[in-house]
C-alpha cells in the first residue's frame, strides 16, 4: 500500500516537470514526508483541468457520502484503490473511469518487515527528483454547510523486485506513471488503455534505503528532511 509520501519540491520545479501550473502556490505547503491518515492537501492534476495544479485532500470521499460523519469514516479507508477492484469498488469504479489525476511526489515511505521490527525505507527514482503517482478524484459537498471537498485516492498494483523487497509484507507499490504516459493516464476513454498503465514499474528506475524509525511516530513533518537521511545501504 501507500500511505506516506514525500513532496517537498519548490512550485516552480513542479510546474516544470508537469507542465501545469498552481492554481493558488501560495497554500502550497511542502512536506518532507506526510501520511494519508492526516488527510493533507496536496497538488494534484486532474483530467478535468490538465493545466491546472489544484490542493486536493488525500483520502476519496464519494459523492454519495451522506453526512461529515460517513466522509471522515470513509475517508480512512480510500487512501488507496487497489488495481484489482477499482473497476468494481463503489467508491471508485466511476472515478477510475471518468475521473483520474496524476500526484506529483519526490518520493514515498514503505516499510520493511524484520521480525517484529517495521523498518522505515524512503523510495525514489533514481534519474529523476520528481515522479507522478495514479490517481482518482472525486467532488464532495457537505448536503448540510454546503463546504466543497475536492480529493483523491492513490491507485496501487503488485509490486516490482525492489519493492517486494522494501515492503516485504504487503507486496503493493503505487501506481508510477511515467512522463510518456500521463496524457494517456489522464484522457483515455477505454479500460484496454487504462490497465496497462497500472502494471508494476519497470525494474531498474527506482531505488529505496532505509532511513530513521523516527519517521514512524510522525505524520506530519514540514521541516526535517534530516529523517529522509539513509541509515542504510541504497538497493536497487
Same mark, same amino acid.
Given at each position: 500500500?501507500?500511505?506516506?509520501? =514525500?513532496?517537498?519540491?519548490?512550485?516552480?520545479?513542479?510546474?516544470?516537470?508537469?507542465?501545469?501550473?498552481?492554481?493558488?502556490?501560495?497554500?502550497?505547503?511542502?512536506?518532507?514526508? *506526510?501520511?494519508?491518515?492526516?488527510?493533507?492537501?496536496?497538488?494534484?492534476?486532474? !483530467? @478535468?483541468?490538465?493545466?491546472?495544479?489544484?490542493? $486536493?485532500?488525500?483520502?476519496?470521499?464519494?459523492?454519495?457520502?451522506?453526512?461529515?460523519?460517513?466522509?471522515?469514516?470513509?475517508q480512512a479507508m480510500t487512501l488507496?484503490?487497489?488495481? /484489482?477492484?477499482?473497476? /468494481?469498488?463503489? +467508491?471508485?469504479?466511476? @472515478?477510475? *473511469?471518468?475521473?483520474? @489525476?496524476?500526484?506529483?511526489?519526490?518520493?514515498?515511505?514503505?516499510?520493511?518487515?524484520?521480525?517484529?521490527?517495521?523498518?522505515?525505507?524512503?523510495?525514489?527514482?533514481? =534519474?529523476?527528483?520528481?515522479?507522478? &503517482?495514479? $490517481?482518482?478524484? /472525486?467532488?464532495?459537498?457537505?448536503?448540510?454547510?454546503?463546504?466543497?471537498?475536492?480529493?483523491?485516492?492513490?491507485?496501487?498494483?503488485?509490486? !516490482?523486485?525492489?519493492? =517486494?523487497?522494501?515492503?516485504?509484507?504487503?507486496?503493493?507499490?503505487?501506481?508510477?506513471?511515467?512522463? !510518456?504516459?500521463?496524457?494517456?493516464?489522464?484522457?483515455?476513454?477505454?479500460?484496454?488503455?487504462?490497465?496497462?498503465?497500472? %502494471?508494476?514499474?519497470?525494474?531498474?528506475?527506482?531505488?529505496?534505503?532505509?532511513?530513521? %524509525?523516527?519517521? +514512524?511516530?510522525?505524520?506530519? !513533518?514540514?521541516?526535517?528532511?534530516? &529523517?529522509?537521511?539513509?541509515?542504510?545501504?541504497?538497493?536497487?
Amino acid at each position: 500500500m501507500c500511505y506516506t509520501v =514525500s513532496i517537498f519540491a519548490q512550485t516552480h520545479a513542479i510546474e516544470t516537470d508537469t507542465g501545469a501550473l498552481f492554481e493558488h502556490p501560495e497554500d502550497y505547503e511542502p512536506y518532507y514526508h *506526510v501520511s494519508g491518515f492526516a488527510h493533507p492537501r496536496l497538488p494534484l492534476i486532474t !483530467n @478535468a483541468d490538465s493545466d491546472t495544479l489544484q490542493l $486536493c485532500s488525500w483520502g476519496l470521499i464519494p459523492r454519495w457520502t451522506k453526512d461529515d460523519e460517513g466522509a471522515k469514516k470513509i475517508q480512512a479507508m480510500t487512501l488507496n484503490a487497489r488495481r /484489482e477492484t477499482v473497476f /468494481e469498488k463503489p +467508491s471508485f469504479r466511476d @472515478a477510475i *473511469v471518468k475521473r483520474r @489525476a496524476l500526484l506529483p511526489v519526490n518520493g514515498f515511505v514503505e516499510w520493511h518487515h524484520e521480525g517484529t521490527i517495521k523498518q522505515p525505507h524512503y523510495v525514489r527514482m533514481r =534519474s529523476a527528483t520528481l515522479f507522478t &503517482l495514479g $490517481c482518482v478524484w /472525486e467532488d464532495w459537498t457537505h448536503p448540510e454547510s454546503g463546504e466543497f471537498h475536492r480529493t483523491f485516492s492513490i491507485v496501487t498494483t503488485d509490486a !516490482n523486485l525492489l519493492m =517486494s523487497h522494501v515492503h516485504n509484507a504487503k507486496q503493493r507499490m503505487p501506481v508510477v506513471i511515467l512522463p !510518456n504516459d500521463r496524457e494517456q493516464w489522464l484522457h483515455a476513454d477505454d479500460r484496454e488503455f487504462l490497465e496497462p498503465l497500472m %502494471r508494476p514499474l519497470e525494474d531498474g528506475l527506482l531505488e529505496a534505503y532505509p532511513i530513521t %524509525r523516527e519517521v +514512524s511516530r510522525i505524520k506530519v !513533518n514540514t521541516r526535517e528532511i534530516e &529523517l529522509l537521511e539513509p541509515v542504510g545501504d541504497v538497493q536497487t
